[in-house]
């Protein structure tokens, strides 16, 4: 019975204990745009597509970390008629360019986690339900725009 408890919800079990990762696509200025929440033994590229549908993404660049640099998001990206900035993982055998200089902008993404965690309750996610978490976020979202 325990199990199904969290069934349904964004939370997994991590070394620290449970916890939820939240996912953000932020545009060009670094204001959020979409958000995504997931269990936390999730790997991030799992949910990246899920994520790009919400948005729309053709004739931008998406930039993202090299945890997101799995063909099918390559792919993904490349078929809505957008450009990938993702840098290939060490051991990847045929790597892909990168323009280094527009991947620098990636900081506006860490820079919106930086602020949203400025609000404990997110932080420490307080909240148990994922819909409660999730109106934070947006609340919190909100707070950021205002400022």
Known sequence: MAGKKTADK??????GGWNTKLHAVVDG???????LLSAGNDHDSVHAV???EKVRISGSAVLADRAYGA????EYISEHGA?????????VSDPWPVDWHLYKER???ECFFQ?????RRIATRYD????????FVYLASIAILLL
């Open 50 to 52: 899920e994520l790009l």
């Open 115 to 119: 602020k949203i965690k400025w609000f």
């Open 10 to 15: 964004a939370v997994g079990r991590t070394r």
């Open 83 to 91: 450009s990938y900035v993702i840098p290939p993982q060490s051991n």
């Open 29 to 35: 200025l670094g204001n959020p745009v979409e958000f």
């Open 71 to 74: 063909r099918t998001i390559r």
């Open 107 to 109: 900081h506006l993404v």
């Open 128 to 135: 148990k339900s994922d819909a409660s978490f999730l109106a």
